[in-house]
């Protein structure tokens, strides 16, 4: 709970910061708009001081090139540099990390170990990661582009809060007495499922690990996990502390490589039992198609959404304006659950987005190595510019850009903190995921209304709700199809509560109790009773 009380605190203050540079105007069609000036931040850049050492899969408890020889490089998204180049990871690689995870679970000490022992294990884990805190938090940022601070002092204690809370769960599984008719001993024992495959994305690589990892490992099942191709460096860092805690040797395996090739062999092993993928939802149908076409392994899908932010007559508007520019420009606006349809009712709307506009004047863009930096750069060249095809979208369907729409700077993937008005439903920038720091703001009369418009997409992952009335939140709660519903709050994620999605947000849960059932099987084992003293 600190954790996450930590991680709430942090990021939905609200920041003062002045933007870097003097607004300008920009005459765009018809228009005067505040445009940001370049900043220095994003081109004077801090180099970290943190080695890169692991660049090699991790089988079988040590690491080894490529079976093919070959690399792929992993850049900085500040400048578009080159920082490694990695083992590229294809059919044979997975072949070889599966065969070393079905040995470890058939044949190893780590699915006949006691309960506490594999508890042991993780706490040690979570200990060593704490102390290698400041070298993952650089090399998180190094690689992925997100605030330092934010990869610091908010997604390294969750990620330890997180494998405290798997460990907590490891001797706490079990199964049922069942009463049945008749003279019969039924119990149910809850197994591991065997090899787990999981697929993790790259806007949250840490965070993605311990969701995944997590609750497979307590469960007493061996891995087999897929890295992004952008950013691959912390998950075989942290997969080394795991065996200095003590993890026996093809437990966990990591392999990093393409999705089309090292992901889609993954997808559809033959010998891998349960597949877990966090990503795009196109992606995620064929994941799920792969893995029905082998061997109709399980598969629990965490994907796409966009989720509505609604702000009712009654609201704090300044309060409001805060939690909507953090909902959406949250760690880039590279969220799945990222509040980017922002509602507001139609009293409140003009001074709402007078306001937002002021705040996303002032967010701070730049080195994300600096301090009290908000927002560093997109991940990479693809999706900075499907980020500004999305802003060409608003801009031709007639939404008004009330701010930013460019990039910034000069080099790497920095794009201006951007807000739309006048946006209606049915224009793409209301339909599609943008993941990035683009805010839609639209405009609604009554509760039935925005209940509706809300509903009205394909994805169902979260949702906020910002209102002083319980009624109508006890309401919308109920009325909204998502997984997660934030009442008065947003991004609050804590190791017990479940996340997942409605609709084409995806399969299953992650997080909390629920995330275990996705890593267990349930056996029946029915005994006659002779003579029973009772039944």
């Not at 942290?238 to 992901?263: C, D, I, Q, R």
């Not at 949250?330 to 709402?352: I, K, L, M, P």
């Amino acid at each position: 709970m600190m954790a996450a009380r930590r991680l709430s605190s942090l990021l939905s203050r609200s920041l003062s910061f002045s933007s870097s540079g003097a607004a300008s105007l920009l005459h765009s069609l018809g228009r005067n708009i505040n445009r940001f000036s370049t900043a220095a931040a994003v081109e004077d850049l801090i180099t970290p001081q943190v080695p890169i050492r692991y660049t090699q899969h991790l089988i079988n408890g040590q690491f080894v090139d490529a079976a093919s020889g070959k690399t792929f490089p992993a850049y900085d998204p500040r400048s578009g540099e080159v920082i490694a180049n990695v083992a590229e990871g294809d059919v044979e690689d997975i072949n070889r990390a599966v065969s070393a995870a079905r040995k470890a679970f058939d044949e190893g000490p780590w699915p006949k170990m006691t309960a506490y022992e594999r508890s042991r294990i993780l706490l040690r884990f979570a200990d060593l990661v704490e102390k290698h805190s400041d070298e993952l938090a650089a090399l998180e940022t190094w690689n992925n582009g997100k605030p330092f601070e934010q990869a610091a002092k908010s997604e390294l204690p969750l990620f330890v809060r997180l494998f405290h809370y798997y460990a907590g769960w490891a001797d706490k599984i079990h199964g049922l007495t069942v009463p049945a008719d008749g003279d019969y001993h039924v119990q149910t024992l809850h197994e591991p499922v065997g090899v787990a495959g999981q697929i993790i994305p790259w806007n949250f690589p840490l965070i993605m690990f311990a969701w995944k990892v997590g609750p497979a490992l307590a469960c007493g099942n061996t891995i087999v996990l897929k890295t992004a191709e952008q950013t691959p460096l912390t998950a075989l860092l942290v997969a080394k502390l795991f065996h200095e805690a003590g993890l026996p040797k093809g437990v966990l395996n990591v392999v990093s490589g393409y999705g089309p090739t090292a992901g889609a062999a993954l997808a559809s092993h033959m010998d891998v039992d349960k597949l877990a993928f966090t990503g795009s939802t196109d992606t995620g149908k064929i994941v799920l198609e792969l893995a029905a076409r082998s061997n109709l392994k399980p598969v629990t899908l965490e994907l796409g959404g966009k989720s509505p932010f609604i702000v009712f007559e009654d609201a704090d508007v300044d309060k409001a304006v805060e939690l909507a520019h953090f909902a959406l420009f949250f760690n880039q606006g590279q969220c799945c659950c990222a509040g980017s349809r922002t509602f507001v009712h139609e009293r409140v709307y003009d001074e709402f987005l007078e306001k937002s506009k002021k705040r996303a004047l002032r967010r701070v863009v730049g080195d994300p190595f600096k301090k009290g930096v908000e927002q560093g750069p997109q991940i990479d060249g693809e999706q900075f510019e499907k980020v500004l095809s999305y802003i060409r979208s608003g801009i031709e369907s007639n939404a008004t850009l009330e701010c930013g729409g460019n990039r910034l700077g000069s080099k790497g993937f920095f794009i201006q903190p951007t807000v739309f008005s006048n946006v209606q439903d049915d224009m793409v920038i209301a339909q599609d995921e943008i993941f990035g720091p683009v805010q839609s703001i639209l405009k609604f009369k009554d509760i039935d209304e925005v209940i509706q418009r809300a509903n009205r997409t394909r994805y169902g992952l979260a949702a906020g709700v910002f209102t002083k009335n319980v009624d109508t939140a006890n309401r919308l709660m109920r009325a909204l199809r998502a997984g997660t519903v934030w009442i008065n709050c947003f991004d609050v994620f804590d190791a017990a509560i479940p996340f997942g999605g409605y609709k084409m947000s995806g399969i299953g849960r992650e997080k909390g109790i629920y995330s275990l059932h996705n890593y267990l099987q349930v056996k029946a084992v029915v005994t006659p009773l002779k003579n029973p003293a009772w039944i």
